[in-house]
């Protein structure tokens, strides 16, 4: 598995398959870079490259010592260098969760490395700058495996039993310690005002109203959004048949 070693030391782990178009794949919160292929979106993105992140403190990555360490402009950096080292000069960047708000900001800061930018459970609002995020407190009251389940608990299909061991597979501190150092950056309704790529956001019927993910598809220069009717935050992932069919025909219309 290739590797980049950044300053710390850190060392981030990335797969480099097929050919194409390049996509950059970053996974949330919880889980690691083989989820993509896993749950189907090599097939369903099918012709195309993909370079698939064990962002850090998930998969075969390093886990920096509390929150500095996954400030989100080393979780940036840490795009740019898999890039760099790659070769690839610019990417669609796809991400999931809180992986769509690193590549948000990436897409920000570097819209030269960037074709694109998809963001799949993803909607900023312009309250959640005044608001303190819940999940770190969770986390540390139930630990990363009892929050998943009880987010499976409340969707209206159980998530392959896949799934979940990777998502639980996450230590507490990498689930939690990135939200509490994004607390402290730019609040990302302000960061997608400034993504002049084209941008797509799919979120899911039961995690998000249509008009919240209509207004933060707009804040880019060239945004669009799909909301898909039935699924929760853990289903749209897995779904790759629908949701890759989703970001597939965004893709073919770019001409990507």
Not at 87 to 111: D, I, K, N
Not at 180 to 206: F, H, M
Request: aromatic share 8%; hydrophobic share 40%; proline share 7%.
């Amino acid at each position: 598995m290739p590797q980049v070693v950044r300053p710390g030391p850190v060392t981030i782990h990335f797969t480099d398959d097929g050919a194409g178009t390049p996509l950059l794949l970053h996974t949330g919160s919880g889980g690691d870079g083989s989820m993509w292929r896993r749950a189907g979106y090599y097939e369903a993105l099918g012709g195309r490259r993909f370079l698939s992140i064990d962002h850090r403190g998930h998969g075969l990555s390093t886990t920096p010592d509390g929150p500095d360490g996954f400030r989100p402009g080393e979780l940036v950096a840490d795009v740019v260098a898999v890039l760099d080292h790659a070769e690839v000069a610019r990417a669609v960047l796809v991400g999931y969760s809180a992986g769509a708000a690193v590549l948000c900001r990436a897409a920000r800061e570097h819209p030269d490395r960037c074709l694109g930018l998809v963001g799949l459970g993803f909607c900023p609002e312009a309250s959640d700058a005044d608001e303190e995020s819940p999940w770190p407190a969770r986390v540390r009251q139930w630990g990363v495996r009892k929050l998943i389940e009880q987010m499976a608990a409340a969707e209206s299909e159980e998530p392959p039993a896949w799934f979940l061991d990777n998502l639980c597979q996450t230590s507490d501190d990498a689930f939690a310690l990135p939200v509490v150092a994004a607390q402290r950056a730019e609040p990302l309704w302000e960061t997608l005002a400034g993504v002049t790529v084209p941008t797509l956001l799919v979120c899911g019927s039961e995690e998000v109203e249509e008009a919240p993910l209509r207004s933060a598809a707009e804040r880019t220069r060239e945004g669009a959004s799909r909301r898909i009717d039935g699924y929760g935050h853990l289903q749209l992932f897995w779904h790759a048949d629908v949701t890759g069919a989703v970001i597939a025909d965004w893709l073919d219309l770019h001409g990507w």
